[in-house]
């Protein structure tokens, strides 16, 4: 045995004054690292919110065939200047013609507001967004959607926050 413990002194004595060869451990380029992570939000609703949300989703349904049926109604008021797009997302009644027609044509309008008000109401509150942003919203798609003498409510560059009513170009 003292022969052994002799043989691993003289070792450990040889190795320690050796030295060991260096090692790079830089990269010429950059690590690249890909990562694709999946996130999934569920949200559980009680049974008395999924009846109102079914609710909710038929009155929408019922709404957007009420503004369906009277989208054309609407384009002929338009053509004939009785009515504007307003920077709210609904319709103005400029001028009202005289007699029965006139307080038909103030119904139909007056309908439509309310429709539209409930439309941008529902995607509000479904998006969690604020109302006047949606109106912004659907002021801007019926500006830029509106025929050439159509008139539109547009920004008053001499008064800020204010609007004035325009024909379209």
Known sequence: MPLRSLFILAAAALLG???????????????????????????????????????????AEQVGKRMYNRAAEIQELKNQRYVAETHRGVLLLRQQPAGTYGAYVK???????????????????????ELR????????????????GEWVEVPDPAKPESYRLEQKR
Not at 50 to 55: E, F, N, S
Not at 133 to 148: I, K
Request: hydrophobic share 40%; with cysteine; charged share 35%.
């Open 107 to 129: 119904k139909v309008v007056e309908e439509e507001n309310v429709d539209r008000l409930q439309v941008m109401t529902a995607e509000a509150s479904q998006a969690r967004r």
């Open 133 to 148: 942003e949606v109106m912004e919203e659907r002021y801007e798609a019926a500006r830029g959607n509106a025929h050439p």
């Open 17 to 59: 004054g050796c030295r060991l060869p260096p090692v790079n451990l830089a990269t010429a380029e950059p690590l690249k690292v890909d990562i694709k992570v999946d996130l999934n939000v569920y949200q559980h609703r009680s049974p008395d919110e999924v009846a109102k949300a079914d609710a909710a989703g038929e009155a």
